[in-house]
């Protein structure tokens, strides 16, 4: 509310963070709390309330030695980035328990992902395995490797070949 003491405001964020707390628990955190620098440096920092809500905090101080502070519920997109990095990993598993090489690109020719298999039997190629690198840059290291004796023109048409096997002609 407005016009609130810092104090109130620590009171009423103890009691969102500890609700079971003790009365000396919420003292503690709120000493704790107190201890946070805040120095404006543009770092956020994240609080986990006790339901389980993550509030992500930006303080500054003011030029007359208040601060300022923003404050915004990031839960839903921690939870999506968890949610996301375990749908990644299991992926990745079930991608390197294939015995094929395997590569997925975009819709704009960037790779997405590879298992190592594929790392396996192209070792060639493994250096340049990274997400988004054009599938244009992979063919130029395999026509380069495949083709050991060949020349700028003879790389370009077996790349040319590729393309258009690629495309589907």
Do not use: C
Not at 6 to 32: F, K, N, Q, S, Y
Not at 115 to 130: K, M, T
Not at 141 to 147: P, T
């Amino acid at each position: 509310r407005v016009g609130a003491s810092i104090d109130d405001l620590g009171e009423a964020a103890a009691v969102a963070v500890l609700p079971h707390g003790t009365e000396a628990e919420r003292m503690a955190w709120r000493a704790r709390r107190r201890l946070q620098p805040r120095t404006g440096d543009g770092q956020p920092v994240e609080l986990v309330l006790a339901d389980g809500r993550v509030i992500e905090m930006l303080e500054s101080r003011t030029p007359d030695g208040g601060f300022v502070g923003v404050y915004r519920d990031v839960t839903e997109g921690r939870r999506a980035q968890r949610d996301l990095a375990q749908a990644k990993l299991t992926l990745d598993r079930a991608l390197n328990a294939i015995d094929e090489g395997f590569l997925l690109f975009d819709r704009d020719d960037r790779l997405v992902t590879w298992n190592q298999h594929y790392a396996v039997l192209f070792p060639h190629i493994e250096p340049a395995l990274r997400t988004g690198v054009p599938l244009v840059e992979l063919q130029n290291l395999s026509a380069r490797h495949l083709l050991p004796d060949g020349n700028p023109e003879t790389w370009a048409r077996w790349i040319a070949d590729r393309r258009r096997h690629h495309r589907g002609g």
